[in-house]
């Protein structure tokens, strides 16, 4: 069996632009980017088109092979609200994008889209790319961390380290019970877990 090493997986690509740093640090291994609003595919496509070892999957990763509705910020509305930020709240649940509206993100019904996407499960995923090791894999997707995490199973590929946003872990701007679940996991697993910063948890492999 053909067997591969990837140098960077990453669940919500959003539009590429934040993941360039770690994508120029790896030349000679492949990088999946995962991303399933329409126009942020395009837009990676174009903004991160000097790199010839990046493969785009247009799906959506949960816990079960599905189709499934998933909300996302229209386009046009992104320049409207003017906050960048808005390419990357899409969610399969229409709330999560409400629940950002504030004074300074007056985002209403009209702003946002639906698609039905193709959900896959990670480990459908790493078989589609024969994929047995993985260097760093990045997961930013909107509150939907604990659902995948759930499902990856650490013995049974190789990944040297995972980063996730946690700040949405248990509901919108919350963290609890859940995430203590993942950590525990993690560490039963022989991962060293730290907050990066008040978004990001990392875990590395010993």
């Known amino acids: 069996i053909f067997k591969m090493k990837f140098g960077l997986i990453v669940l919500g690509a959003h539009i590429g632009v934040h993941i360039k740093d770690e994508i120029s640090k790896i030349n000679n291994s492949p990088i999946l980017l995962v991303e399933p609003v ?45 906050k960048h930020w808005a390419s990357g709240i899409g969610s399969f649940d229409k709330n999560h994008l409400i629940s950002h509206r504030s004074k300074r993100f007056l985002i209403e019904d009209n702003d946002i889209d639906k698609v039905v996407i193709e959900t896959l499960r990670f480990k459908d995923l790493i078989k589609k790319h024969s994929i047995t090791e993985i260097e760093k894999i990045i997961i930013d997707v909107e509150g939907f961390e604990y659902e995948i995490l759930s499902d990856i199973d650490l013995a049974e590929i190789k990944i040297n380290s995972i980063m996730f946003e946690y700040k949405h872990f248990d509901g919108y701007l919350k963290s609890g019970d859940k995430l203590q679940k993942i950590i525990q996991k993690f560490e039963k697993n022989n991962y060293k877990v730290s907050k990066i910063d008040k978004e990001n948890i990392l875990a590395i492999k010993h």
């Open 38 to 82: 329409p126009h942020n595919v395009d837009a990676i496509k174009e903004n991160l088109k000097e790199y010839k070892n990046i493969i785009i999957e247009p799906v959506a990763i949960s816990n079960i092979n599905e189709e499934k509705d998933f909300y996302f910020v229209k386009g046009n509305s992104i320049n409207k609200l003017k």
